[in-house]
C-alpha cells in the first residue's frame, strides 16, 4: 500500500503519486494509494495498512510522510519487522533520501520494489514536550535538532515552499537567523559527565542532510546503531552565513565553533526551550531525550 501527502512539495505529491500509481499499474504492480488529510493520518494509515496484512508500505512525499510512515510502524512499542517501508520523495526537503541515494524517478521506485531486497537501518525515539505543554513521545528517521535549526523550520512550514526545498530553507535561514538568540543546552551522551554551552543549534543525526541539501553529519550512518552528535556553538548570523557553504558540503567539522561526538543516547535538561524539529517537522521543545533504536525497521533498496 502507498501512503501519500497530497500537500508535500507545495502540491507536487498529488500529481506525482497519480502517475507513479499509473507506471506501476502498467508494470502489473497494482499498489492502492491511500492520501492523507491531516497531521497524523499517515501514522493511522500506516497501522491499517499493516493490521490488514500489508508486506510493504510506500511513503509517498517528503520527510514529514516518511516520519509518519515510520511512527505507524514503531507506535506503540510494536515490532512490524516483517512489514518493510519503501519511499519515493518528492516533497520540500526530501533530505533522507540523499542519505540513501533514492530518487523517486518512477522507474526507480518501480525497480526497488520488484526487487524487494530489504535493509535494517536504525530509528531515533525522543521524548520531549509538545506545544502544548504535555509530556510527549515520538519515533524519527533522518535528524533532530533544537535551536536556530528549530526556528528555521518554524519559518519553512509557515510560508509558501513553491521555491522548492534548497531555496525555500535558504530564505528562511537569511529571514530568521538575524534574530536568533542562541541558547544554553546541558547535555551528557550514554551515561557521561554532563556538558554545558550557548549553542547556536543541537543536531541528533541518524542521517547525513537536513535543511533541503544542508549535510550537517557528514559521518553518519543509518545502520551503526549510533547517532552522530554536532553542537553548533554560540556564533552570530555574520558567522553562520560566512560558513553556509561549509555546512552544505560537510566540511564544518572542524572549525573551532563545533564539536561533534557519536553515542546511543542523548539527554538534555536545565534548557531555555530551544524549538525541537524531527525530520524537518515542528513538534515541540526541549528539553529531551534521544534513544537510538538499531535496525528497528526494514527499508526496501
Same mark, same amino acid.
Given at each position: 500500500m502507498g501512503v501519500a501527502n497530497p500537500e508535500a512539495g507545495n502540491g507536487r505529491a498529488r500529481r506525482y503519486a497519480r502517475r507513479l500509481e499509473r507506471a506501476l499499474?502498467?508494470?502489473?504492480?497494482?499498489?492502492?494509494?491511500?492520501?492523507?488529510?491531516?497531521?497524523f493520518d499517515g501514522v493511522r494509515l500506516t497501522r491499517e495498512a499493516i493490521e490488514a496484512g500489508a508486506t510493504t508500505v510506500l $511513503?509517498?512525499?517528503?520527510?514529514?510522510?516518511?516520519?509518519?510512515?515510520?511512527?505507524?510502524?514503531?507506535?506503540?512499542?510494536?515490532?512490524?519487522r516483517d512489514v518493510a517501508l519503501a519511499i519515493a520523495p518528492v516533497g520540500t526537503?526530501?533530505?533522507? $533520501?540523499?542519505?540513501?541515494?533514492?530518487?523517486a524517478e518512477?522507474?526507480?521506485?518501480? $525497480?526497488? #520494489?520488484?526487487?524487494?531486497?530489504?535493509?535494517?537501518?536504525?530509528?531515533? #525515539?525522543v521524548d520531549y514536550t509538545d506545544l502544548?505543554?504535555?509530556?510527549a513521545s515520538r519515533y524519527f528517521m533522518n535528524i533532530a535538532e533544537f535551536g536556530s535549526g528549530g526556528a528555521v523550520v518554524e519559518k519553512v512550514n509557515r510560508t509558501t515552499k513553491v521555491?522548492?526545498?534548497?531555496?525555500?530553507f535558504l530564505l528562511a535561514i537569511l529571514s530568521t537567523l538575524p534574530k536568533y538568540r542562541n541558547r544554553g543546552v546541558r547535555?551528557?551522551?550514554?551515561?557521561?559527565?554532563?556538558?554545558?554551552?550557548?549553542?547556536?543549534?543541537?543536531?541528533?543525526?541518524?542521517?547525513?542532510?537536513f535543511?533541503?541539501? #544542508?549535510?550537517? $553529519?557528514?559521518r553518519a550512518e543509518v545502520d551503526d546503531g549510533q547517532f552522530d552528535v554536532v553542537v553548533i556553538g554560540d556564533i552570530d548570523f555574520k558567522t553562520v552565513r560566512r560558513h553556509l557553504g561549509d555546512l552544505r558540503k560537510g566540511t564544518h567539522l572542524g572549525l573551532e565553533f563545533v564539536s561533534s561526538s557519536r553515542g546511543n543516547l542523548l539527554e538534555t535538561e536545565r534548557t531555555e526551550l530551544a524549538y525541537l524539529d524531527l525530520d524537518g517537522e515542528l513538534v515541540g521543545v526541549d528539553p529531551t531525550r534521544f534513544l537510538c533504536l538499531p535496525k528497528a525497521i526494514d527499508l526496501v533498496v
Open positions: 499499474r502498467e508494470a502489473r504492480l497494482p499498489i492502492a494509494i491511500r492520501y492523507t488529510t491531516a497531521p $511513503a509517498i512525499g517528503g520527510d514529514g510522510t516518511v516520519n509518519e510512515v515510520a511512527n505507524g510502524f514503531l507506535g506503540g512499542g510494536r515490532s512490524n526537503g526530501t533530505d533522507f $533520501a540523499k542519505t540513501i541515494h533514492q530518487t518512477p522507474g526507480e521506485v518501480l $525497480a526497488r #520494489l520488484r526487487r524487494d531486497d530489504r535493509r535494517p537501518i536504525d530509528a531515533g #525515539l502544548q505543554g504535555r509530556a521555491l522548492g526545498g534548497r531555496m525555500s547535555w551528557r551522551i550514554d551515561g557521561g559527565s554532563w556538558a554545558e554551552a550557548r549553542v547556536n543549534n543541537f543536531i541528533v543525526a541518524n542521517g547525513r542532510y535543511g533541503g541539501g #544542508l549535510m550537517p $553529519a557528514p
